[in-house]
Every structure is written in structure tokens, then in C-alpha cells.
């Protein structure tokens, strides 16, 4: 990634940082175990990167990953990403999951469908596992078949997906009552329940 700047910024599920460029954010690194890893972490993929302030555009992305983290949903959409780097393919998903609205899902073979060919899930699956602006490229609003959950790779994992979705709106078939008194995350959203 060719990043200038990154920063790193509290959140209720730990430390998440951001960098960015004049063309947008390149990369959003959700918590390691510490603060310092979740800083080693963004910094391996954003080498060339300096710690800075954010600028105005960067910390209203850093307010709205703060929002939705705290139980309010948050817009993205106009949100600068810079996808220069990014291989067609990948960028392709991206669109696609960047483009699915709150409290929506869809699954990977959806993806792959709208690209073109339902036989690319796996490689959905795979590029969304890799994907540098987490939050702001909803992958958690991506599941598996049948509305399985999937994987999530940020600290919690399916757990926190499971929160995002919730905080959002969006039914899960795995959601059930893994949030009745939970208090963790600082988060006490329950999952609504979809009418089918």
C-alpha cells in the first residue's frame, strides 16, 4: 500500500488504526492482542507510512468506525478509498460488498454471482479475507450459505461480526441469543429479529 500517514485511535473492541494518503484511505487494521501489535501490524502493510493527525475527511471516516463500533450505524459511502494497488478481481468485491446498505447481507456466492461467475465464492471468500479497509468495505455484511456467519479475522471474531450485524439490523441464522446480557465490547445491542 502506498500510504503517507496512519494513526491509531481507541475503539470499545481495542486500538484500530488507519492510513491514508491524498487519494484516500488505504488501510483500516482492526485490533491485535495490543496496541503496539495493531501499530506493527498496519505499519508491515503501510511501510512508507508516518504517524500523523488525521486530516478532516480521515477523522470523520475514524467518527463513523468509532459510531458504528459504539451501537450507532454509520455510513461509508462517501468515504475516499484508495484501490490503486488493489487487483481487479479484489476490487471488484469490494464494490459489491461496499455497495450492500446496513442491515443487509449477502453471501459469497451472491459476490460471485454479480461478478459473474458463482463458482469464484471461494476466491470471494479468500479476497474478502484479505481486505485492507475492514468496516468501511463491510465484509461482515458478506455470509456464507444459507446465512451462515462465515469467518471474521478482527479481535472477536465471528463474535464481533455478529455484533456489527446486529448494531446494523441484519438477522443471522447463528445470531440466536449470543447477545442476551453480554455486556463485552461494551456493546448491549441484541439482534432484531427478521420476518421471513
Known sequence: MSAEAFTIFDTPIGCCGIAWNSRGICAVQLPEADERKTRDRLVRRCPQARLAAA???????IDAILALLRGKPSDFSAVALDMDCIPAFERRVYEIARAIPP??????GEIASRIGDRSLAPEVGR????????????CHRVLGAAGKVGGFS???????????LAIEGAGTRDASTLFAGDAAFGLSVKPRRRSR
Not at 479476497?127 to 463491510?138: D, E, M, T
Not at 478482527?154 to 456489527?164: C, I
Open 55 to 61: 486530516p478532516l475527511d480521515v477523522q470523520r471516516a
Open 103 to 108: 442491515g443487509a447481507t449477502l453471501s459469497y
Open 127 to 138: 479476497a474478502l479475507g484479505q481486505n485492507p479497509f475492514p468496516i468501511i468495505v463491510p
Open 154 to 164: 478482527a479481535k472477536g471474531g465471528v463474535v464481533t461480526k455478529l455484533r456489527l
